[in-house]
């Protein structure tokens, strides 16, 4: 089946929406999860990995 069989005249799908809906959907969508995803705090585990990678960067560094 290709990508055009459920488009109708004038641009819209069956459900009526445009490409340019759609793609504003997903945008708006993407956006509400990644300013979640920004407003979560880190992990104290994370912060710690990050601590011992600098630590050992160092190390390496002063050999």
Known sequence: MNDQSNRRPG???ATG??????NGIVV?????LYQAVESEAVP???IDLLRRLDEAERA???D
């Open 44 to 46: 104290q585990q994370f």
């Open 17 to 22: 929406a445009t490409k340019s809906d759609v």
């Open 11 to 13: 641009g819209k799908s």
């Open 60 to 62: 390496q560094s002063d």
């Open 28 to 32: 708006s969508r993407l956006r509400a």
